[in-house]
Nanobody, 122 residues
């Protein structure tokens, strides 16, 4: 059974960089056909896809154009983890952040982490 677990700080100050890690169990981050993604949901709003990374043969990263200048994705194959960094955060970045496994070239996500609340406040 594939499981994802987010970890990171629950509180970040404005202008700082948010860093979240997703740990994968039951699958390899290098397995073919999957896109490891970050998705967030601000309070009272819908889901917002932030970006995804493929560590298989495609080996690429995609970012939400609206967040691309502040977002960076990376992967650690030795730890079977992938990480999101979001710079220059503001209170508008307050959200529940999810990591998810998606099928390449689709909008289908079959495994989600439980989500982690991140609040941006001084």
């Amino acid at each position: 059974q594939v499981q994802l677990q987010e970890s990171g700080p629950g509180l970040v100050k404005p202008s700082q960089t948010l860093s979240l890690t997703c740990t994968i169990s039951g699958d390899s981050i290098t397995s073919e056909g999957w896109y490891w993604s970050w998705i967030r949901q601000p309070p009272g709003k819908g889901l917002d896809w932030m970006g995804g990374i493929n560590v298989g043969s495609r080996a690429n990263k995609d970012y939400n154009p609206g967040l691309k200048s502040r977002t960076s994705l990376s992967a650690d194959t030795t730890k079977n983890q992938f990480t999101l960094q979001l710079s220059s955060v503001t209170p508008e970045d307050t959200a529940v952040y999810y990591c998810a496994r998606g099928k390449l070239d689709t909008d289908e996500y079959d495994v989600w982490g439980q989500g982690t609340q991140v609040t941006v406040s001084s």
